[in-house]
């Protein structure tokens, strides 16, 4: 269970612990300090009280050297990779997101140019990294989560870096979504409807996406030749699919644009994009290869023996 000290996780680790014996679970909870919060050590103390009470393992990590730019998608696949990092091979993921998370999720990759496939969301059940990732709060509302916390004392540590509006997660939250309520009261309902129908989209896309794959596809490598003889439309919505279904990540927009172009462009001589997970998309043959970026290490000092 992934905890952060506030009221969804705690709530969350809390249900799951109430439950283990029933259901013959084994529950460990990690802590992720992303160094950010002036809240940070109550919230890291908060996780390590319930874990304590609970005699409930706990492992903590911490993120350091935060980049000034896109700090919160940094954080996030930093986060994800120091959580599935410490995961036992017999182990699913469990996280409290909740359905306004999955509001904000939606609007945020709305501004930011999502498609369909983006616009769906995040599931209840899900698989990344060879591991089930769990979501059972997603139609809870934030507010059932509170009741819930008031009706057993619990103690929990509110995160006040999640009201600084210099990111825009934050500033979906509390500035453009409380605009929106005013308007239209009802807006949780539509947006489940919403996301619902993204999904469906979804679906058909990766369907037809996994029809088309034996013919676009060659021992892993994307054909050139074969997906230019498809619509352009599809070639970006199978790019994604493709990079998705051989290493569980998700293409930005820009990322996209820069394959695209990759495709287009007469130069079969490794020409290559680098991801932000640090991999590469090269072009040779006429083919796409996905390789590991890897830098060399060099000897500060090196003696050369005359």
């Not at 596809?217 to 230019?228: D, E, G, M, P, R």
Request: charged letters at 25%.
């Amino acid at each position: 269970v992934g905890i952060s000290g506030g009221v969804d996780s705690l709530v969350l680790l809390t249900i799951i612990n109430q439950i283990k014996d029933i259901n013959q679970i084994n529950i460990r909870a990690i802590h992720i300090n992303h160094n950010l919060s002036k809240n940070s050590k109550d919230m890291l103390n908060c996780c390590l009280d319930i874990c304590q009470r609970h005699n409930i393992e706990l492992i903590t990590r911490e993120i350091d050297n935060t980049p000034t730019t896109n700090i919160e998608e940094y954080l996030r696949l930093k986060r994800y990779h120091l959580i599935f990092d410490s995961l036992n091979d017999d182990e699913a993921l469990v996280l409290g997101h909740h359905l306004n998370d999955q509001i904000e999720t939606f609007f945020y990759r709305l501004f930011r140019g999502s498609s369909p496939i983006g616009l769906s969301s995040m599931r209840e059940i899900s698989e990344f990294n060879n591991h089930i990732v769990c979501r059972p709060l997603l139609e809870l509302p934030k507010n059932n989560i509170y009741e819930y916390a008031r009706s057993v004392k619990l103690r929990y540590v509110e995160d006040e870096s999640n009201y600084d509006l210099k990111y825009q997660r934050n500033y979906i939250r509390n500035k453009i979504i409380p605009e929106i309520k005013k308007e239209w009261p009802g807006i949780n309902k539509v947006m489940r409807h919403n996301i619902a129908l993204q999904d469906i989209y979804k679906k058909i896309a990766e369907d037809y996406c996994d029809s088309l794959y034996n013919q676009i596809i060659i021992n892993k490598q994307l054909c050139i030749k074969t997906i230019k003889k498809y619509p352009e439309y599809l070639r970006s919505i199978f790019l994604k699919y493709w990079v998705n279904r051989e290493m569980n990540y998700d293409l930005g927009r820009s990322e996209i644009n820069n394959l695209l172009m990759l495709l287009s462009n007469k130069n079969n001589d490794y020409p290559k994009v680098i991801l932000k997970n640090k991999k590469s998309i090269v072009r040779y043959n006429n083919l796409f290869h996905i390789v590991d970026t890897k830098i060399k290490a060099h000897n500060k000092e090196i003696t050369w023996d005359l």
